[in-house]
C-alpha cells in the first residue's frame, strides 16, 4: 500500500541474477528526532555481505537520495550502534551523512546521560544529509523543534 500510494519506495540491486542487496526510502520519518519534520527517511538498507566492497551499497545509496531530492533538500536515517552496523556506519559518513546531535536513541526514545539501554538492533544514532548545494550542512534538533545548522569552520 505505501509503494501505491508513493510514501515508500524500494530500491533492489541484482547482480548476476541475484538480489545482492536494497535500500527502502520513506518519504516522511516515522521515528526519531525526525518524526515532527516533513524529512524523508532511509528506513531500510542493506547488502548482503558476499556482495559488500562492490559499490552496490553506494549506488543503491544514491538512488535513494535521487528520489528524495525530488522532494526534499534534506535526507535522513537512523543507523545502528553495535558492530553489526559498522559497514553502514561508515558508508553514511563517507558519502556525507552527518550525525544530528540529538545523541542516542533506545526504543524510539532518546537517552539522557546515564540512562541505562542495551546495545541491540533498538540503539541508535540519527543523522541527514544535504542533498542540494545550499548553505545548509544539516540539521540539528535542540529543544524539540528542527534548526537549520551551518558550518562553523572549514578546512582550509
Same mark, same amino acid.
Given at each position: 500500500m505505501e509503494q501505491q500510494n508513493k510514501s515508500r519506495f524500494v530500491f533492489v540491486a541484482e547482480l548476476d541474477g541475484h538480489i545482492a542487496g536494497y535500500v527502502t526510502l520513506v518519504r516522511k520519518a516515522k521515528n526519531g528526532p525526525f518524526q515532527a519534520s516533513e524529512l524523508p527517511e532511509v528506513a531500510d538498507f542493506n547488502v548482503f555481505e558476499k556482495y559488500q566492497k562492490q559499490g552496490i551499497g553506494s549506488s543503491l545509496l544514491a538512488a535513494a537520495e535521487n528520489k528524495a531530492e525530488q522532494f526534499s533538500s534534506i535526507i535522513t536515517l537512523g543507523v545502528g550502534l553495535h558492530k553489526g552496523y559498522g559497514a553502514a556506519q561508515r558508508i553514511y559518513v563517507k558519502r556525507g551523512t552527518l550525525p544530528d546531535g540529538s545523541g542516542v536513541w533506545f526504543e524510539n526514545k532518546n537517552v539522557d546521560s546515564g540512562e541505562a539501554c542495551m546495545n541491540n538492533d533498538d540503539l541508535c544514532i540519527y543523522m541527514s544529509k =544535504?542533498?542540494? =548545494?545550499? =548553505? $545548509?550542512d544539516y540539521y540539528i534538533r $535542540? !529543544? !524539540?523543534?528542527? =534548526?537549520? !545548522?551551518k558550518k562553523l569552520c572549514s578546512r582550509g
Open positions: =544535504n542533498l542540494k =548545494n545550499t =548553505n $545548509i $535542540i !529543544g !524539540g523543534t528542527m =534548526n537549520v !545548522g
